[in-house]
């Protein structure tokens, strides 16, 4: 994405530590960003991560940041961190999440039926994949209205996900999080303010830590292809652009970036009534 310069742009990613929140962060950095990464509890990965990318970027472009998302003080800590450390904030990627490998793991060797879930975990799990960004979502946009530039990303799955036997409440969260994409992108439009909100998803199983099941022979999406589509979203080139969803591994890096992403718009999860008005408009 070297036509695209974010110099100036500060971002928040949770959850990015590692997997697809590692590589956007990476490749917002690359393209000229400062950010600050956040994780729940797994600090030897954020500070790994923000050694690998200062190495190579610079130490003054990264910060780590332990920041529970389903706590509303730790969103506006690393709200408060972020604008002190680097003077700004433009970009929020709603990474953090927890995956139905939180289910399996709770209950070893059981079916993933609903009605023999942990409820303990089913219950982190939409905490952190539902509550999480809406805190964070809540922390930063009144920041970005007052500035009139803001970028909010919400990171969901396919509608396969959504919709697969034994795979809820992953399937479910995810669901109600494009349900909030579609709403806060119309809250925001009515503001008649430069600040969206659009989601992002990789289009298929990724290689991440939440990844549990033995896919054989299936090859698995790499965490990089969600780069190229973030630093875009993040950058003045996706003006207009509110209330999409975006499928990573449809993006053609050989096209010019605002042209990959419309033939990376995929079918909205929740299709809205006939005769709606769509929000986006370009």
Known sequence: MADIDLSGKVAIVTGGGRGMGRSMAMALVAAGAHVTITAAREGFELEATAGVIGD???AERIHALIADVTIEAAC???????????GGLH??????????????????????????????AWKLIVDTNVTGPFLMAKAVTPHFLAQGYGRIVNITVTE????KSRNSPYGSSKAALESQTLIWSKDLAATANNVTCNSLSPGGATLTGMIYEDYGE???????????????LASAQSDGFNGE????????????????ARGAI???????????QRVTQR
């Open 56 to 58: 190579r970027f610079g």
């Open 76 to 86: 506006l800590k690393a709200r408060d961190v972020t604008l002190d450390r680097f």
């Open 91 to 120: 970009v929020l990627v709603n990474n953090a999440g927890r995956g139905h490998k939180f289910i399996h793991d709770a209950n070893p060797g059981v079916p993933m039926d609903f009605w023999t879930a942990d409820s303990t």
């Open 160 to 163: 396969g996900s959504m919709q």
């Open 218 to 232: 299936k090859k698995l999406n790499d965490p990089d292809i969600m780069g190229p589509p973030m630093v875009w």
């Open 245 to 260: 969803r975006f499928i990573a591994q449809d993006w053609d890096t050989s096209l010019p970036p605002t042209e990959a």
């Open 266 to 276: 995929g079918q909205i999860a929740l299709t809205p009534p006939p005769g709606s």
